[in-house]
């Protein structure tokens, strides 16, 4: 079992940054693929950035892709977002998700992909 804990939701301007971090505890944290999720009002959960067991590969959803940073430090247990030039659109409850995949060189962009989930943190970027 994982127990994955973001922090860092707020309150931001439009062209402002914010960075995410998501703890994680319970399991070997360098053995899995880490993803940033997220779903705005009324919206589906959509993919936002994954980074794989290593952190030596990275892929981003095209709408955040430029802009958005993923990150990993296996010795703190930890992932980080960090987001720039933020926009309305990315206002949203960003979600961490966990997947055990050591030795896996694809990235992990879908939601069933990914066995565990963090609460959530929202982020809301003002126009």
């Known amino acids: 079992q994982v127990q994955l804990v973001e922090e860092g939701g707020g309150l931001v301007q439009t062209g402002g940054s914010r960075r995410l971090s998501c703890a994680a505890s319970g399991r070997i944290f360098s053995s899995y693929a880490m993803g940033w999720f997220r779903q705005a009002p009324g919206k589906e959960r959509e993919f936002v950035a994954t980074?794989?067991?290593?952190?030596?590969?990275?892929y981003y959803a095209d709408s955040v892709k430029g802009r958005f940073t993923i990150s990993r430090d296996n010795a703190k247990s930890t992932v980080y977002l960090q987001m720039n030039s933020l926009k309305p659109e990315d206002t949203a409850v960003y979600y961490c998700?966990?997947?055990?995949?050591?030795?896996?060189?694809?990235?992990?962009?879908?939601?069933?992909?990914?066995?565990?989930w963090g609460q959530g943190t929202q982020v809301t970027v003002s126009s």
């Open positions: 998700a966990a997947q055990l995949a050591r030795g896996l060189l694809r990235p992990l962009t879908r939601l069933s992909e990914y066995d565990y």
């Open positions: 980074i794989n067991w290593s952190g030596g590969i990275t």
